[in-house]
């Protein structure tokens, strides 16, 4: 047995994938004071002002660039599947802005002396291998020694103006897809606990190791009008940024926002993110009351999780003949949501 197969990588952070964001009121104190002005870069069409999944700007001929930036902490404990859940992520804010990826850059950080450095090849290998999947060079990289591993990718990506998908752009009488279920926090958290049944982590990596390049697809429909992957803050926290200060809100049809089947046995045992708590704290005040169940798989973190797409009702055909083509969970294909007139509260959950 080699080096690699023995280490837990989830024994060595306190937080684990998307999970270990800042939290979104953190992370806007931050930013509060520091945002980068469009008037004084005319050709930056998107930067730090909102809430958008990547940095866009326009590079002439007709082409925009999109550059983004992801890392986290471990998820899962074997290598190979942990670089490969990183890259998925980090490809998916190009995917969800309508872009194709052209570069990426591997960002690594590692515990020297603590963990066998093979272990870090490993993941490398399993960054390079979802790469090559999505057809684009990890042509170099940065590496510091760091007292908890991390790993992710700097990836840019090519679109154009006609096919740039905002997050905020949603309009009245849209509807919501989801392209992935939820509950990837509260399944890597069990089997970081060591509670987890092989085959529901198998499910949850199958998820999370899938390429949101659906989003080129969905790039190509003028009816589509917002797109976001849904990733730490949760379904709740992205669908908020989506709605943004529009003159809207959403109702949510409960029983039709897909989730994992097996949730309820990890949540009876009240196994969930610490996030989780940080999420619902931000979203509280603008949605209508939730259940226990509805808190802890509405404000789970996911980690490289679907995209979630704003489109013309007209158009949800083909929309959904899209997620069938692209081999979409058969819980994803459905109307979750409407975009309506507004409310008192942003999110109604029905």
């Not at 679907?306 to 819980?331: M, Q």
Request: glycine content about 8%; proline content about 4%.
């Amino acid at each position: 047995m080699s080096n690699t197969d023995v280490i837990r990588l989830t024994s060595f952070s306190k937080g684990a994938g998307c999970g270990c964001k800042l939290s979104s009121a953190d992370l806007h104190e931050i930013l509060k004071d520091k945002k980068t002005s469009i008037d004084t870069f005319p050709s930056l069409l998107v930067g730090n002002q909102g809430n958008d999944d990547a940095a866009v700007m326009d590079i002439g001929n007709g082409q925009l660039l999109i550059s983004t930036l992801d890392f986290f902490t471990p998820i899962v404990d074997d290598p190979f599947t942990f670089g490969r859940i990183a890259a998925t992520n980090a490809l998916s804010d190009v995917y969800a802005m309508g872009g194709s990826p052209s570069l990426a850059l591997a960002i690594l950080g590692w515990p020297i002396g603590k963990i066998p450095l093979s272990a870090a090849g490993e993941i490398i290998k399993g960054a390079q291998t979802v790469c090559d999947l999505a057809g684009i060079p990890l042509a170099g990289g940065h590496s510091i020694e760091a007292p908890e591993p991390f790993f992710g990718l700097q990836v840019n990506g090519i679109t154009s103006k006609e096919r740039l998908k905002k997050n905020n752009n949603v309009q009245l009488g849209d509807v919501l897809l989801l392209s992935k279920p939820l509950g990837t926090g509260i399944i890597t958290t069990a089997a970081k606990k060591e509670k987890a049944e092989a085959s529901h982590l198998d499910e949850a990596i199958a998820s999370m190791t899938k390429l949101n390049d659906l989003g080129i697809a969905l790039s190509n429909l003028q009816s589509v009008h917002a797109m976001t992957d849904i990733t730490g803050f949760g379904l709740l926290g992205h669908l908020l940024e989506m709605i943004g200060d529009a003159e809207v809100s959403v109702s949510l049809s409960d029983e039709k926002i897909p989730t994992f089947d097996f949730l309820k046995s990890y949540l009876d045992q009240f196994i969930y993110p610490d996030m989780t708590t940080k999420n619902f704290s931000a979203v509280t005040s603008k949605i209508t009351t939730l259940d226990a169940r509805q808190l802890f798989t509405y404000c789970d973190p996911q980690t490289s999780g679907g995209l979630l797409v704003s489109v013309a009702p007209e158009a949800v055909d083909e929309v959904l003949e899209l997620f069938i083509e692209n081999n979409v969970h058969s819980s994803c294909l459905t109307v979750i949501g409407n975009v309506i007139s507004k409310e008192e509260k942003s999110v109604i959950i029905l």
